[in-house]
């Protein structure tokens, strides 16, 4: 069982926005910031949204990021076939002293 | 362009030991901390350990503490995992993984290798 707890599947046709929820407690997400990573099929995670809400150099801002007490979502808007992925969200736990995931969110591309 | 290639990976009995390395290029390997998380066949990600820039501080996970050893040779440019007392439950890809900060409590991971598999059967 993850620390975190993200849906197993969402789902959009091209064009729409999705939004992936992640769900934590006052020693993860509650007290720390929330990161996303993106695991395209067969391919190693990527760093998609850092600090709850940035994005590294690269990522397109159709991927957007936010946080509220102990919960964070991942939108995507303008949704693509190649957003098909695994979408992972993590945190630092202090109580745990060490990084936490969920158990990822599969997005299927209509 | 960062780089991390994970090697030493392979099929390996239960109870039998395992050693994984990860060499690093493209960055200043000693400004960083590194970790390792794996993958479980089918299954999400699960951090494993970390070790800092210096190899000052070092932490675990609860299901690896006391069987797995982290290490880095900063001259090498490389970070180590060996793995002892081996359980099926540890079959996994396992990654190497940089922090974006000096100390492995701090920042977040950035940048990931391709992963080397571990497999842990009779």
């Known amino acids: 069982q993850s620390v975190l707890t993200q849906p197993p599947s969402a789902s959009g046709t091209p064009g729409q926005r999705v939004t992936i929820s992640c769900s934590g407690s006052?020693?993860?997400?509650?007290?720390?910031?929330v990161y996303w990573y993106q695991q395209l099929p067969g391919t190693a995670p990527k760093l998609l949204i850092y600090r709850n809400s940035q994005r590294p150099s690269g990522v397109p801002d159709r991927f957007s990021g936010s946080k509220s007490g102990t919960s964070a979502s991942l939108a995507i808007s303008g949704l693509r076939s190649e957003d098909e992925a695994d979408y992972y969200c993590?945190?630092?736990?202090?109580?745990?002293?060490?990084?936490?995931f969920g158990g990822g969110t599969k997005l299927t591309v209509l | 362009e960062v780089q991390l290639v994970e090697s030493g990976g392979g099929l390996v009995q239960p109870g039998r030991s395992l050693r994984l390395s990860c060499a690093a290029s493209g960055f200043t390997f000693d400004d960083y901390a590194m970790h390792w998380v794996r993958q479980a066949p089918g299954k999400g990600l699960e951090w494993v350990s970390g070790?800092?820039?210096?190899?000052?501080?070092?932490g675990y996970a609860d299901s690896v503490k006391g069987r797995f050893s982290i290490s880095r040779d900063n001259a090498k440019n490389s970070l180590y995992l060996q793995m002892n007392s081996l359980r099926s439950e540890d079959t996994a890809l396992y990654y190497c993984v940089r922090a974006s900060a000096y100390s492995w409590r701090g920042g977040w991971i950035d940048y990931w290798g391709q992963g080397t598999l571990v497999t842990v059967s009779s």
């Open positions: 993590a945190a630092w736990d202090d109580s745990l002293s060490g990084w936490v």
């Open positions: 006052s020693s993860n997400i509650g007290s720390n910031y």
């Open positions: 070790i800092s820039w210096n190899s000052g501080t070092i």
